[in-house]
């Protein structure tokens, strides 16, 4: 591990995403705390300024790509690119603010940190790299902003330009309002502007000052030892969020052919959209989703629930131990997983938050009956294998309302009560939504269960 400026860091390679790697996820207090780190480094006349760590994937071999009339070094960022695609994006406002005011001297500049035609040096993935592209070339984009990552990324570039500017401003008229904007050189009293001195102390600190941890990878096996640090250092990355990176990465060093390797990630690219949009849409706990997923997909005993971890164990998502299960049956199960999950957010939010314009008729009503009980999490398994059965037509409107009826009956009965049911028959009820979710039991059978309880 050494210590590289982001203008070393660049030197001679392109960096890219590779697509297990979750998108651009900082936020305003990253944002705000990055610029005035800077600001500071201008300020007290910082030498040095401590970034973090990158980690890249650098194989002994690595592919070279044509960036201008060089080739260059392409390798994956495993760890860090929170950090590198603010720097990049604030450097392209510095610099687009810089040729603005007449500082023609900084093009030139323009190739070393950021693009070559069509060419970026550091490359985004899925959603968010057209619009990063945008950002950097030209300073506005014709991408519409829908996701969340694509959204954070256009807030970042939008915070840190109104940023810039306010601080340009304020130093320009400071150093007029104090008479400071003079600067005597070989005798030589000439005037100058403090916002433009601003603009090429920024980026001078972004350049040089800034200082990162550099270590590279050059066996593939140290990538998932990598994440999984990464991952526990992370304390805002959701299970969710870390079943995505894994099933991402697992998809990346298992499937061989590459329309199959695309196929699939994007496909668990465009399945984790989803889900976050409606667990998000109905206040939803994505810790909760997973575990409905769980019992639906894998095993309707609770017991030892350790949420993402679980999917790792070599019975369900092996990464490399195949002994238990095979690496064909673990790509089947990933793919029928990543298939049904979106749905299952969508069943998963409509129970959550009901809706008046439910086709379902008298769905509302009693959805909104069973919440008012306050003992809906304990249903919610069976709650959404039987509104999925419904959406595909395997089940009727009338018995999914008498269902509902059933549950909300028994709910009402156990907070009469001020009872919590038995393990026993929460344990029913997690086989029953096991059951009703792979064609084993009819509902009715189920509704007459909960009825007799």
Known sequence: ???????????????????????????????????????????????????????????????????????FEVVDIVDGQQRLIT?????????????????????????????????????????????????????STNVNATTVHQKRLLECYNFLKLHLRKQTEERRELGIRLGKNFVTEDGISKEIDLGIKYLKDLFDAIIRKIKFSFYPIEVEDEIGLTIESMSFRRKELSPLDLLKTYLMYWVYINVDLPDQKEDLINAVIKTWEEAYVNIASCNGNEEQFLKIAWTLYHSYNPEKWCVYNDFKSNDIIPLKDFSKKSRKDTQDFISNFT??????????????????????????????????????????????????????????DVSYINFLKAIEQFSSRVSTLSEKPSNAVLSEFYKWAYDIFSNKQKIESVTNWIMEQ
Not at 10 to 35: C, H, N, S
Request: some cysteine.
């Open 87 to 139: 720097c990049s994006l604030y450097l392209s406002i510095i610099l687009n603010e810089l040729i603005k005011n007449g500082e023609d001297e900084f093009k030139s500049e323009i190739p070393i940190y950021l693009l070559s035609g069509t060419k970026s040096k550091i490359r985004l993935h899925n959603d968010t790299a057209d619009l990063y592209f945008d950002l950097i070339s030209k300073g």
């Open 339 to 396: 298939s049904g999950l979106a749905g299952i957010s969508m069943q998963y939010s409509s129970i959550i938050s009901p809706s008046k314009a439910s086709k379902i008729q008298d769905e509302y009503t009693w959805l909104s009956k069973i919440k008012n009980t306050g003992n809906i999490s304990n249903y919610l398994p069976l709650m959404v294998a039987a509104r999925k059965k419904v959406i595909e037509g395997d089940i009727t």
């Open 1 to 71: 591990m050494e210590l590289k400026t982001f203008s070393s860091l660049l030197e001679g390679r392109i960096f890219q995403i590779p697509d297990y790697q979750r998108g651009y996820v900082w936020e305003q207090k990253q944002w705000k705390y990055f610029a005035e780190d800077i600001d500071a480094i201008i300020d007290d006349k910082i030498i040095c300024n401590y970034k973090g760590t990158i980690v890249i994937y650098q194989p002994t071999c690595m592919p070279k790509e044509n960036y201008g009339t060089k080739k």
